[in-house]
């Protein structure tokens, strides 16, 4: 049997997202158990002990990316335009130690199961990871047949989404199909102790809140159990963003910059603006849409061309929120740690804190990422991949 490693990182400046100084962080097992400003690593002789050098360099809670197609997404060109499973890696390089993967505008040929199962593959090669049931389609698939059993039996499912709204590939559901959805999610999550969060897909039609607005209008139900996403692809969603944020939440998308520049809001630009704007900075989050197709249709709704989001630019928008846009690190790491964990009831994720799970990014100054632990395991040191996927050689 393995015995249980020990790792001691020692004297890092720790964001956990507040800035907590320049402290010791020993690991047992996958849970932080100190944090000190000196741990004698010669006292844990005994053990199996890595010691991390982490003088000079800045910690932080591993990063969680809430919106990722982990089992592949796309199709809007044809079959040949499917996109591809994330590998692992694909989170490590990226800081990224938690994710929930979602489906996407496919829910013909592709189903939640891939998902949920490509979701127990990515645990089992040692990173957290959960799922929304559901896909873009209304009535929407799900794994046990509907939306509150998924969410109430089956532990990985946290949410339902992404539902599309205002978009030309919605099923245009109707007020009350949106309620139906967002109600079922919450009884289940409220069986099952999840968030129960409908993770909302927002496209380009004008006034793209007000099927979430007349949905919390004509029910018991809140701004919070939605949770709309691509909040910055175009100018006027997100004008509209800096007056929803103030009472739901605002998802920023990050992996399509700068595909659509001409007329999506920088993500990193985002973050500060709906600051700005008087955005509560614990309703503002960044997700990177990673593996979805990202189609660039022509006025005449012809597909132009394809790229595809990877999960790192979550971390590159964060880094520039701070480099670019000047806000204080601790401030921009909430968007992607904190927050997201605090919305998705992911508990013991998002913080450095002792008893947290013992997910950790070390980084230097100028934001390389040198070291990443998920689950107390060194799956990157030195900028080195030590842990690969599977298949990934
Ligand atoms: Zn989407």
Redesign the pocket.
């Known amino acids: 049997m393995e015995s249980i490693k020990l790792v001691l990182i020692s004297q890092a400046e720790i964001f956990a997202p507040e800035n907590i100084g320049v402290k010791d962080i020993l690991i047992s097992g996958e849970t932080i158990v100190a944090i000190a400003d000196k741990i004698d690593a010669t006292t844990l002789k005994p053990f199996d002990v890595i010691v991390i050098d982490a003088k000079g360099k800045r910690a932080i809670p591993g990063l969680i990316d809430a ?1 990722v197609h982990i089992a592949g997404a796309g199709g809007e060109g044809g079959p040949s335009t499917r996109t591809p499973e994330m590998q692992l890696s694909q989170m490590i390089v990226g800081g990224i130690t938690s994710i929930v993967g979602c489906l ?1 505008t496919d829910g013909i040929t592709r189903r939640p199961d891939s998902v949920l199962m490509k979701v127990k593959s990515l645990k089992a090669e040692g990173v957290s990871a959960w799922m929304y049931t559901g896909s873009y389609q209304v009535p929407t698939p799900t794994i046990t047949g509907a939306i509150d059993r998924d969410l109430a039996l089956v532990d990985e499912v946290i949410g339902v989404g ?1 539902i ?1 709204l205002s978009d030309h590939r919605s099923s245009v559901p109707t007020t009350n199909e949106i309620i139906r959805i967002a109600e079922q999610a919450r009884v289940g999550g409220m069986l099952g102790g999840k968030a129960g969060i409908v993770n909302i ?1 927002m496209g380009d039609a004008k006034n793209p809140f007000n099927p979430i607005v007349e949905a919390v209008k004509n029910s018991e139900l809140k701004y919070k159990q939605f949770f709309p ?2 909040c910055n692809r175009n100018d006027y969603i997100f004008e509209d963003a800096k007056t929803y944020g103030k009472e739901g939440y605002v998802d920023i998308t990050a992996s399509s910059y700068p595909y659509f520049a001409e007329y999506e809001v920088k993500p990193s630009t985002s973050i500060k603006e709906l600051l700005n704007a008087g955005v509560p900075i614990e309703h503002i989050t960044m997700t990177s ?1 990673g593996n ?1 197709s990202l189609p660039h249709f022509d006025d005449n709704g012809e597909l132009v061309r394809l790229e595809m989001g990877q999960p790192k630019s979550i971390f590159t928008e964060m880094s520039e929120a701070v480099t670019i846009d000047k806000l204080p690190l601790e401030v921009a790491l909430k968007t992607v740690t904190s927050n997201v964990a605090k919305i998705l009831k992911l508990r013991n994720k998002g913080n450095i804190r002792v008893g947290a799970d013992a997910d950790i990014v070390l980084i230097e100054r100028n934001f390389t990422i040198t070291e990443v632990i998920s689950r107390g395991r060194v799956m990157l040191s030195n900028k080195k991949l030590l842990v690969k996927g599977t298949y990934e050689y």
């Open positions: 919106h996407g992404e599309a897909h996403t691509h849409d979805g």
